[in-house]
């Protein structure tokens, strides 16, 4: 049975949830919804390092809050966007955001040197959807030696990956020539206007742009995320968040997951949100990006140790930390939140496997 047909098998057990899950009312102006009414709403800030809101399963930040799941759960939520990871993790060692939503590669570093001890508590998305583009002049990737390759900035997601993908598909990431640009939407805006010659986009910047003459995909999603099979990207706090703000973060995992439940089955409240955070993509265009997303949905938060163990395997074996002590998965998870979450709300099977009972 595919992944959209294992959704659709679970429809009853999720419509069993749909009181649970569905999105709050919005705050009034008067501030008094039911929610606020019956206590302060706690407050937690979130850094992501995209901006604006990707259309894809990590858009669940946003619409948790748009639609009312944080403020159900008794949150304030507070997204600050910045333009990559490393300007997140600048914001996490000052306590200007709580969690960040920001490359597993970075927490394992993090925690691995000792320079900022954190711990993924759950994660949006359970694969990336990145292809790596060119121009159409560009007939492989072996013709990329020597040319310019738009990254976000030196330490960046795309950075970290795009030369991992290149490394894997033979051509070796110092044979080109890097440029800092910006946002996924700058990147792509400076290849069409041939100021560069490829870049990585996510799926979801592609079909902005994918009609236009003079670009083309050069290593599609599949080959992109076959060449690099990693936990992506995960939900991270300092381990001084998780003891100072447990019950926020509880409340946070919870209503991910709720959005994450509701809009895998909701294609139309998808659309209709990602029409208000992304108008510049067509609404045809955001329906066929739903359909693409199959199982990868946080229905169950993300958070299988074992897949994060083989990625954490993965980059050691490769040589990503050079000489730092290798630590396990469970040494950079936490999987107290989702697990409680889910002791209450009931796993829905056959996607997004926690990979461990749940009593």
């Not at 990585?200 to 003079?214: A, D, K, M, R």
């Amino acid at each position: 049975m595919g992944a959209r047909g294992r959704l659709g098998a679970v429809a009853v057990i999720l419509g069993l949830l749909a009181v649970a899950c569905a999105p709050a009312a919005p705050l009034q102006p008067s501030g008094t919804s039911p929610a606020a009414t019956a206590e302060p709403l706690m407050k937690l800030k979130v850094g992501v390092a995209v901006t604006p809101a990707p259309a894809l399963p990590e858009s669940v930040l946003w619409l948790a809050r748009d639609l009312g799941f944080y403020q159900k759960e008794g949150l304030d939520v507070e997204i600050t966007e910045v333009d990559a990871t490393p300007s997140v993790i600048t914001a996490m060692r000052t306590g200007d955001v709580d969690v960040g939503d920001i490359n597993s590669e970075d927490v394992i570093r993090l925690d691995a040197s000792k320079d900022l001890e954190m711990k993924t508590i759950n994660s949006a998305s359970g694969r990336n959807f990145f292809m790596l583009v060119a121009n159409s002049r560009i007939g492989s990737l072996a013709e990329l030696a020597g040319k310019s390759f738009a990254i976000a900035r030196v330490g960046s997601q795309d950075d970290a990956l795009s030369s991992k993908v290149l490394a894997a598909n033979g051509l070796p990431a110092d044979e080109v020539n890097y440029v800092a640009i910006g946002t996924p939407g700058v990147r792509a805006q400076a290849l069409l206007g041939g100021q560069v010659d490829a870049t990585t986009v996510s799926l979801g910047t592609w079909v902005t742009i994918q009609h236009q003459p003079n670009v083309k995909v050069l290593v599609g999603v599949d080959d992109y995320y076959n060449s690099l099979p990693l936990v992506n990207k995960g939900n991270a706090v300092t381990t001084r968040v998780l003891a100072e703000k447990p019950e926020a973060l509880r409340r946070f995992t919870a209503a991910l997951i709720k959005t994450s439940r509701y809009l895998a089955e909701n294609k139309a409240a998808w659309v209709d949100g990602l029409r208000t955070l992304r108008p510049d993509i067509a609404p045809s265009d955001l329906d066929y990006l739903w359909d693409q997303f199959g199982a990868s949905w946080a229905v169950n938060g993300q958070l299988n140790v074992s897949a994060y163990q083989t990625s954490t395997d993965f980059l050691y074996e490769t040589g990503t930390f050079g000489d730092l002590p290798k630590i396990g998965a469970a040494d950079w998870t936490d999987t107290e939140f989702v697990d409680g979450v889910l002791k209450d709300l009931g796993v829905v099977p056959n996607v997004d496997d926690p990979g461990r009972p749940i009593a």
